[in-house]
């Protein structure tokens, strides 16, 4: 039974993979519990451990024992971002779903906004970033051609700038259990569905603590898997 049955207010779960962000959990609870007590909805924090070597799951262990809204899954190794995504879909029973970083450069403030569209009757909700500013310039040159390249090759175009941080109503969440891919990119992924969207804009912090988990040689296969 899902939490909106049993209150009949709307529920939402955040989805968060984390791979070594022992620096960054002590910012992120406080920062997604503050927004969330602002936000009229039930909600879960679906954190996955993606196989870290650091503290990480001891935290998020902790931060579960006294908290009833975190939930916690463990991966057995570190299969990387987008498998962990894919975990976190699978445990979520509530009326929409929010992937959000862990490092808070996704800003939790824009929760609000984005169940204020959801209420207004849109299925998908995009966050996109206004600036790149805190990205390399390499990094946003390369980002750029991407989503050039991809979108000319793919009928199903994804909106640039947009990362996983958006808002997903469960009749999307239903729709992403329907694709078998193995070779998991979710911002493909997350676009096929379709359905109604919004588009709120912010701009891109630096991670708030800890390092990228991301270098070249894992973007490149990144961009790779999604063409
Ligand atoms: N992440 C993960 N598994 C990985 C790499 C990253 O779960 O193998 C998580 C990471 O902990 C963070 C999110 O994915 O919550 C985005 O990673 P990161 O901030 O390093 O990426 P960037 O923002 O630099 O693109
Ligand atoms: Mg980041």
Known sequence: MTVSARTNKKSLALLVPMYNEEESIPLFFPAIKTV???VDVDYKIICVDDGSSDNTLKMLLAEASKDEHVQVVALSRNFGKEAAMTAALDYVEADAAIPIDA???DPPELIGEMVAKWREGFDV???KR???DADTAMKRSSAGSFYKLFNKLSQIKIPENVGDFRLMDSKVLEA?????EKDRFMKGIFCWPGFSSYTVEFERQERAAGDTK????K??????SGI
Do not use: G, I, T
Request: hydrophobic share 55%; charged share 15%; with cysteine.
């Open 219 to 224: 973007l490149w296969n990144f961009a790779l």
């Open 36 to 38: 969330m007590a602002e």
């Open 176 to 180: 992403l259990k329907c694709l078998p």
């Open 214 to 217: 991301f270098n070249y040689w």
């Open 103 to 105: 490092d808070l450069q």
């Open 125 to 127: 909700v995009y966050a």
């Open 130 to 132: 206004v600036s790149r």
